[in-house]
Every structure is written in structure tokens, then in C-alpha cells.
DNA sequence: ACCTGAACACCGTTCAAGT
DNA sequence: ACCTGAACACCGTTCAAGT
């Protein structure tokens, strides 16, 4: 049984090297100047032509995908775990507060996930992580449900998006820690009476 | 009684006629390709050069704000009528909706607002139109509190940020008409019991 | 097989020269 | 007073030439 990351036939040193420092330079690029900083700059800071970035990753989602790789899989773990609390409207809480900083991480990021699922492209390297998600919250929510934690007639889907809105404001800066979670609170309990 | 857009000084033709080319193609543009559509065409297709689109607005901020000043007052006179609403709750809903409306004009119309909003700057010509809406929407809660239609603890400008998110969302276009109003839903009733 | 970096196309923005 | 458009800086992306 032989690991995702290491192909049957050996590859060159200076690519494996190349890769890994391209995708550690990206992630403090995005984490500085948001998703859409320059490729062209993270090429030159990594030591590569911009020509060795896109023969890695042919686009921006695509190192994009790579670089949150490591974090999509520690959430999707997370997801695991909070499956096993007995309090389903609370493990839902949770989750929608995961998903809620996971796309925080980087200024703009939950921009090219709401176009991967407009694109509804299975190519594109972020549908994944977004079905994935978007399973888990129905998982979630069906669960809250069952146990009369949660309304009817809403998808996962739904509050997967919420989620993401509040994401998108949190990482642009316009939205203070109080009024996140102020807002969280009109998404369970709505303004209305 | 003088209007605005009529200074005392005279102006010369060809500046009133470049002027208002620049605003017509530019909201064609915007419509067509979002708010960040290229400026070098719109200039281009106005058949003016890229100075004088730059002369008569600075920045790109600007000319968006120039495009919306209609549809701005149009809004903030609907305001205005529904304030007049028996039904405060009702006026209330109603008010969310036209803003959601105002920021799903263009793709992209809510980043540069939320950004405004985070500036600070008195001077973002953006800036006038978040403090209007703003102050409408506190005005709308407000009633609404009072007549026992909203909870308390909610702040006028988190309904506005509301509003602008679900307008975001509709503008990437990964979000049709039915999830558009089951977030709506949410938003007024929440999804916990 | 992989990398390099010049080259192309495009855009935002400025400003010296024109009228 | 205003307009023009060349010019500069920057970026994404490709690809012929190298190793």
C-alpha cells in the first residue's frame, strides 16, 4: 500500500525541492496579500521561473488547492470528531464555526470556492473540498434535525454558504470580532420574532 | 433655485458630452463585466483617452459611485415610503430586500463597499452610500424592535452587512433564486429551534 | 524530463505635449 | 482649461531554447 505523495517512480530532487518551496512561499504570499497576490512574485521568491510555478500548478486555484491542503484534511478530521458529540445542535454550531474560519484563512478565499460551485467543474481543484464540506454540513444539519435542534426545510448546502458569507466579511477586514458573532447569532436565532 | 449638476460657470461642450459618454459606457460595462471591468476599455469604447476618464474620476471607486447616484436615490427614497409601512416588520423585510437588490446590480458591488466601510475615510465616495443605508436600516430595526417585530441586541449595520452578503452571494452567481430566499428565511427566523 | 527567462498581451495610471 | 496618447510599471501566461 503505497502513500498518495510518493509515486511509484522516483522524481527528480530539484523538482521535489522546487515543488515544496513553491508551495511554502505561496502560503505566506496568500497569507499576507490574500488569494489574488502575485504569482509572478511568489515564482521569483521561491528562486523559479514563473514557467516552473505553472508546470506545478497550471493555475491559481490549482496551487491554491495545494497549499490548503494540509487544512482541508485536518478539517475534514475535525468533521469526524464532532460526529461523535451526543449534542447534534451543538456539534452543528461547531462545524459551521470550522468551516467559518477555514475560509478566513487567506483574504479572498471564499471568492474561487463560490465560483467552483458555480462552475460545477469537477476538474476544478476547489469542487472538492466544497463537496465535501457542503456533505458534512448536510450530515450536520440532518442530524440537528432528527433532534429537533434545527428548523426544517433548509439544505446543508444552505448554511454552507452562510458560513462562507460570514468567512468572506470576516477576511476583509470590515467585520470586528463582536459583530461576527453577532451575526452568527441572527444566522441560529434569525432578527425576527 | 439652482440643480446640482448644473454649476454656475458654463462648461465647455465637449466636457458635459465626455462626461456623461464615460457614464453610459462605463454602466454598460459594469453590468456587463463586473465592477472590475477593464477602464482602459471603457475609455476606449467612450472614445475619450484613458486621461480623461481618469481626469473626470479619479479612481475607479468614483466613477462606480457616479454610475450608482441614480439608483442611489432611488433607493434611499424607497426608504423613505416604507418608512411610512404600518406594518413595521413588513417595512423592515421589505428595506433588506431593496438593499440586497442595490448591491446585486454588478458583480462584485459589495467588496469595494465593505470596503469602504472598513477605510474609515470620509472621503471614499463609496462611503456616503454604506452611511445612508446604514442609518436607514437602524432606523427600520428600530421600529421594528419597538413593535416586538426584531430581537433585540442586533445592530442596524448587521442587517445592512447582512443584506450586502446575500447580495454577494447572488452576484458570484452560485446562488440561485430559491437558495436566495431560503437564506433569506434564515436570516429572519434562524436555522436552530 | 524539467527548468529558464524572454516574449507577448493586457491593464492601471501618469504626464508632457498639444489644442 | 481640457484632451490626447505615449510611456512606465506591473502582471498572467506561454513557449522556444537550454540543461
Known sequence: MSSAQSPARKQRADVVRNRAKILEVAQNHFFAGGVGTSLEAVAKDAGVGPGTLYRHFPNRDALLASVLELRRTDLVELGQRLGDLDDTGEALRQWLL??????????????PHLSAIREQDPNNPLARTCDDLISATSDFLLAAQRDGHAREGILGRDLFLAANSLAWMRSTGAVDEATTVRLRGVLENGYGI
Open 98 to 111: 470550522a468551516v467559518e474560519d477555514y475560509f478566513s484563512l487567506y483574504i479572498g478565499l471564499s471568492e
